[in-house]
């Protein structure tokens, strides 16, 4: 489970709840970015989500439920590699804008990643491997947690998140343009999760390059790294 945050006021910054069960996962920085990342027997430590000196926010929530139409079936672009290629700056965010609008995109087989990528502008874009793409050209702000946005509560499954999406939408609804750092960990905290636990929330604050991080739930515990503009 997780949620994603992306909100244009005065400031430009990116929420995110990474919701993790089971697995192990390191925040590490450095002078390309802050990635979160998760340890996969296979391929090691793998950087899945994060900000980089670009700007670029990765985000990547899981879908419930799951949908088969994102199971690999010929030719396409594996998701993951897809968001490693953006975070690690291998691919900007307009390629991976027009990928997702001109090709196929499917995910690992019996499980539907998604993507919630943002760029330095504060533009989104929503990917769902066999569903489809959404793109938003700087919108106030946009949320993504654990549904398809396509299905909406059509259909249920009980880790989808739509009780977050409402409750993150309800908290953003009510925010003005000085909306900072410390309201947006306010809207990550009041969303944690405990029994998929939130094991970190971070903030980009695209503007100013800045990441601010916590683990575990210890919002009075914050950690934050500062990038150079690229």
């Given at each position: 489970?997780?949620?994603?945050?992306?909100?244009?006021?005065?400031?430009?910054?990116?929420?995110?709840?990474?919701?993790?069960?089971?697995?192990?996962?390191?925040?590490?920085?450095?002078?390309?970015?802050?990635?979160?990342?998760?340890?996969?027997?296979?391929?090691?430590?793998?950087?899945?989500?994060?900000?980089?000196?670009r700007?670029?926010?990765?985000?990547?929530?899981?879908?419930?439920?799951?949908?088969?139409?994102?199971?690999p079936?010929?030719?396409?672009?594996?998701?993951?590699?897809?968001?490693?290629?953006?975070?690690?700056?291998?691919?900007?965010?307009?390629?991976?804008?027009?990928?997702?609008?001109?090709?196929?995109?499917?995910?690992?087989?019996?499980?539907?990643?998604?993507?919630?990528?943002?760029?330095?502008?504060?533009?989104?874009?929503?990917?769902?491997?066999?569903?489809?793409?959404?793109?938003?050209?700087?919108?106030?702000?946009?949320?993504l947690?654990?549904?398809?946005?396509?299905?909406?509560?059509?259909?249920?499954?009980?880790?989808?998140?739509?009780?977050?999406?409402?409750?993150?939408?309800?908290?953003?609804?009510?925010?003005?343009?000085?909306?900072?750092?410390?309201?947006?960990?306010?809207?990550?905290?009041?969303?944690?999760?405990?029994?998929?636990?939130?094991v970190?929330?971070?903030?980009?604050?695209?503007?100013?390059?800045?990441?601010?991080?916590?683990?575990?739930?210890?919002y009075?515990?914050?950690?934050?790294?500062e990038?150079?503009?690229?």
């Amino acid at each position: 489970m997780c949620t994603s945050i992306v909100v244009n006021k005065k400031k430009t910054l990116v929420g995110w709840n990474l919701d993790l069960l089971d697995m192990e996962y390191r925040v590490r920085p450095n002078d390309n970015g802050v990635y979160i990342e998760v340890y996969d027997h296979k391929e090691g430590w793998m950087p899945l989500f994060g900000a980089n000196s670009r700007g670029d926010f990765v985000g990547m929530p899981t879908c419930y439920p799951f949908d088969e139409r994102s199971n690999p079936n010929g030719e396409g672009h594996n998701i993951i590699i897809l968001d490693i290629d953006l975070l690690l700056q291998k691919k900007t965010f307009q390629e991976i804008k027009d990928i997702a609008c001109k090709e196929k995109i499917f995910s690992i087989p019996n499980l539907t990643f998604m993507s919630s990528l943002s760029d330095k502008d504060g533009n989104v874009l929503h990917i769902i491997p066999g569903q489809g793409s959404l793109y938003y050209e700087k919108p106030e702000y946009k949320v993504l947690t654990n549904f398809s946005p396509y299905k909406q509560d059509s259909e249920y499954h009980p880790w989808m998140g739509f009780d977050r999406y409402k409750k993150t939408l309800e908290l953003l609804s009510q925010i003005d343009d000085d909306f900072d750092v410390k309201d947006c960990f306010s809207i990550l905290k009041a969303v944690s999760q405990e029994v998929c636990p939130t094991v970190v929330s971070m903030v980009f604050d695209v503007n100013e390059r800045k990441v601010y991080w916590c683990e575990n739930r210890e919002y009075d515990n914050v950690k934050v790294f500062e990038l150079h503009k690229k």
